[in-house]
């Protein structure tokens, strides 16, 4: 089992939509979680992070579930600008101690 | 101005060339990194430093060196550059770690490519 994995993709959406996208993870040690967005030919920017007890910003949902080692992002009333690659990223633990393991990314194309 | 700088943004080198990426920061993190990201393979740890006595390699080593002349400055260096190492590279720094918030922030990446 790869160690951050993420839903395959790409995820066509009309605007407006609901889309989630899911991560798992192997390492159950793992202390930190986060979600970034990375536009075409760009750096990965970080959206947010996520909580233990979940969190909200604006249209955008971030959940983690330590039971099942996965994190999820929920994006509400989908607009053009969402489209773009996400890439949840998790935190090792040990050595190297907030280093960051990165899943290759789902792209999410909202169309009009 | 831009935090975590990279120079050059984009470069086209032959095999066999030497050549050296630099990344600068003004965020005063001590952590620095550096990543490649390929089509289909996602972002891969290159080399990364703790501060500027601690350099430590990645999951793709092979083929790279590095440099952390000051806090603010991580340059990556190919010795030799093949064909196979044209990607995208970014570099990356984060604050000292303390328990597990840090994030990393990015650079603006250089494009390379070796023919």
């Known amino acids: 089992r790869k160690e951050v994995e993420q839903d395959p993709g790409p995820f066509n959406v009309p605007e407006g939509a609901t889309v989630a996208f899911n991560c798992t993870y192997s390492?159950?040690?793992?202390?930190?979680f986060f979600w970034y967005r990375q536009d075409c030919r760009k750096e990965p920017k970080l959206l947010m992070s996520v909580y233990s007890s979940g969190n909200e910003d604006g249209r955008f949902t971030a959940q983690l579930n330590r039971a099942s080692q996965y994190i999820s992002l929920l994006i509400r009333d989908s607009k053009l600008s969402d489209s773009a690659t996400y890439l949840c990223a998790v935190s090792n633990y040990g050595g190297s101690q907030g280093n960051l393991i990165f899943g290759k990314g789902t792209k999410l194309s909202v169309k009009p | 101005d831009a935090d975590v700088t990279q120079t050059p943004r984009n470069r086209i080198t032959k095999t066999g060339k030497r050549i050296m990426l630099e990344c600068s920061q003004t965020?005063?993190?001590?952590?620095m990194y550096w990543y490649r990201q390929d089509p289909g393979l996602g972002l891969r740890l290159i080399y990364y430093s703790f501060d500027v006595k601690d350099i430590n390699k990645g999951e793709i080593s092979d083929g790279y060196s590095v440099s952390r002349q000051a806090q603010a400055k991580f340059s990556l260096s190919l010795e030799s550059a093949i064909p196979n190492q044209t990607a995208l590279y970014f570099c990356?720094?984060?604050?000292?770690?303390?328990?597990?918030?840090?994030?990393?922030?990015f650079g603006p990446g250089t494009r390379l490519l070796v023919l």
């Open positions: 965020k005063g993190h001590d952590r």
């Open positions: 990356a720094t984060s604050p000292r770690y303390r328990g597990g918030r840090e994030t990393q922030y």
């Open positions: 390492n159950s040690a793992s202390q930190s």
